[in-house]
């Protein structure tokens, strides 16, 4: 009979076949290593009797008023996290208007004035025209200034 | 006439209404499971001063995951199974390493450890000897690995049967046969070597 089997079935019962008793009266190593594992045994019997310590006094109270305030805690946590979410939705939709108006409306600004709007309204070929032609600006109103003038037409009229 | 007293929830009831999140509801729970995990958490991490934080630690863990309860094992079942897993990481998060020596044991311990492992029956220790023993085997647990140390504790001092170890730990019941005759070997491996090396 091999060892390791003869070990696995010492362990496991008490009352040992005449076979595996007759295999720990010929090999030494089995029979030593059934004493060990006997006071092994021995020794965890003991262990098993001694007695756990008792819950202190108002355990299973303390317990459920922890459970409460971590609930608390984790609900305030949850709401935060929605809230923040909402926040960052509604944040995210006032760009993509911001977005979406910044695309559609004329980048020129054709209807800051009305008789611009008009002047639109009648004649379709005007959004090709300069801002200052729109607004009936002759280009030569402040070219010679602007020669002289480095900042351009803006600080010109400005003046 | 009839007794027109309420009758008490079920325990099922209980785990219902803690489903629901009440927790005023987990108190009669705590209270019928309170010994039990009390016990297999002192057996299997050993440590009086940190039982209590332990057990409360499971109980908060189990009220946290009650929703995922099924009701498809026994309740107690279920809790053994949180309460093993964390004194698994416990033990795992606080092991002493395998190669620092852990045997303070007194000369006479040592001595009786010595004349009682020569004898052929171990059986009848006087109370002495159980002592020097317990403390010894204790020590022998607290040096294994964490693994053997749970499925020992469960099947030799918590008297579990395979099949419930193989339940709580979520195994086949070969698988735990396998690991206990390991975890065994190794307890015997360790104790021979104590022996050759003092």
């Known amino acids: 009979m091999r060892c390791d089997v003869v070990r696995e079935r010492i362990e496991e019962s008490l009352e040992l076949p005449a076979r595996i008793k007759a295999h720990l009266q010929a090999c030494s190593g089995c029979a030593d290593y059934v004493r060990r594992w006997n006071l092994v045994q021995a020794g965890l019997v003991a262990l098993a009797k001694e007695e756990p310590p008792q819950a202190s006094l108002g355990f299973a109270e303390r317990l459920v008023r922890r459970l409460e305030s971590a609930r608390g805690a984790s609900q305030r946590r949850q709401q935060f996290i929605v809230e923040a979410g909402r926040r960052m939705v509604y944040a995210t939709l006032l760009v993509a208007l911001m977005l979406i108006l910044g695309l559609v409306l004329p980048s020129s600004g054709p209807l800051r004035t009305p008789q611009a709007a008009e002047s639109i309204l009648a004649e379709p070929e005007v959004a090709t025209m300069s801002p200052d032609q729109m607004i009936g600006i002759p280009d030569t109103a402040y070219a010679p200034e602007a020669a002289e003038n480095p900042n351009g037409a803006e600080g010109a009229q400005i003046k | ?198």
Not at chain 2, 39 to 59: K, M, N, S, T, Y
Not at chain 2, 78 to 86: D, E, K
Not at chain 2, 144 to 169: M, Y
């Open chain 2, 1 to 198: 006439m009839g007794d027109l007293r309420p009758e008490a929830p079920s325990e099922a009831e209980w785990i219902r209404r803690c489903q629901s999140g009440n927790t005023e509801a987990f108190t009669p729970l705590i209270e019928t499971y309170e010994r039990r995990i009390f016990r297999l958490a002192f057996h299997l991490v050993r440590r009086q001063e940190d039982v209590e934080d332990i057990v409360q630690e499971i109980f908060m863990k189990a009220f946290a995951a009650i929703s995922s309860y099924n009701f498809q094992s026994a309740f107690g079942t279920w809790l053994n199974r949180i309460a093993v897993n964390h004194c698994y990481d416990y033990l795992r998060r606080r092991r002493v390493s395998r190669v620092s020596y852990f045997w303070e044991m007194s000369e006479e311990g040592q001595r009786q450890i010595e004349s009682t492992a020569r004898s052929p029956e171990p059986g009848g220790l006087n109370n002495e000897e159980s002592l020097a023993v317990e403390e010894f085997v204790s020590k022998l647990l607290a040096r294994a690995p964490a693994e053997d140390r749970v499925i020992l504790t469960l099947k030799e001092i918590e008297e579990k049967s395979v099949e419930e170890i193989a339940q709580i730990l979520n195994l086949k019941e070969s698988t735990v046969k396998v690991r206990l005759h390991r975890a065994r070997k190794r307890m015997v491996k360790d104790f021979k070597n104590w022996q050759e090396g003092r």
